[in-house]
């Protein structure tokens, strides 16, 4: 079972927010979930201790700069190659535009806290579970992402922990929305990807939000043999509303081989 997840690119924190709830009752289990906007981090710290993921130190929200990351990483002597191939430039974008504005916006609950930075050295090969969603916004996102899983995840693969615990084997996640106005980002993606040796594509489903639902509800009605609709008028609502959403969102999985 997954023990060590980090997410990159949390935003507001739903996906893992999710991972952390679904890794609460895993003993030793942690979810470390990273952004590089002071305002979301907040928004992520603020969300974990909600949902009592914070305390207990099963979600921990950590500043990462991809970009600073990637030269760290250029740094360590074993990438000599990565230097060679050249530094990954900064997108020209401008997402610190929205910075102060973003933190004005979060509250002063946590005014002036300097928070803890994920490094390259002491993150290499330390998370068995590498997760991501909607990332993929600007070329240079491609590119980057690929070479944070590969650094991130790790390179063994134990079939059976020192506790008898079975594990599984270290895996990659990343979830996409397929925008007309992002084809070439997501094929830079794919490329990327498909180009290290040390990870193996093992699947790519396509669906809409509406499949998903849909197959949610089934399961959920399998499951407890009720209509999940009877007594939530506001999830029907959600459902109507996203019943005509055909949005496709593509999800690869990656092992480490």
């Avoid at 594990?167 to 106005?181: A, C, G, M, Q, V």
């Amino acid at each position: 079972m997954f023990r060590r997840c980090v997410e990159l690119g949390s935003g507001t924190g739903l996906l893992g927010l999710a991972a952390g709830c679904a890794l609460r009752d895993v003993e030793g289990a942690i979810v470390t979930m990273t952004d590089y906007l002071p305002a979301l981090i907040q928004a992520a710290r603020k969300g974990a201790q909600s949902n009592g993921l914070l305390d207990n130190g099963a979600v921990v929200p950590m500043r990462m700069d991809w970009f600073e990351m990637a030269q760290q990483i250029a740094a360590l002597s074993e990438n000599q190659g990565l230097q060679a191939r050249g530094a990954i430039s900064l997108p020209t974008a401008n997402y610190l535009d929205a910075v102060d504005r973003d933190a004005t916006a979060a509250g002063n609950e946590w005014e002036g806290r300097v928070e803890p930075t994920l490094g390259a050295e002491e993150s290499k090969g330390a998370f068995d579970l590498v997760i991501a969603a909607d990332v993929l916004y600007e070329i240079e996102h491609c590119y980057v992402i690929a070479l944070l899983a590969n650094h991130l995840l790790a390179t063994t693969k134990p079939s059976v922990g020192w506790d008898g615990v079975s594990y599984i084997t270290p895996r990659f996640i990343l979830t996409t929305p397929l925008r007309s106005t992002h084809w070439r980002e997501v094929a830079a993606f794919e490329a990327e990807m498909a180009a290290t040796p040390t990870m193996r594509l093992v699947s790519r489903d396509d669906t809409t939000r509406a499949d998903d639902l849909n197959s949610w509800i089934s399961g959920i009605c399998d499951k407890h043999s009720v209509t999940v609709l009877e007594n939530d008028q506001n999830l029907a609502r959600a459902i109507d509303e996203d019943d005509d959403d055909l949005l496709v969102y593509r999800t690869y999985i990656y092992e480490r081989c």
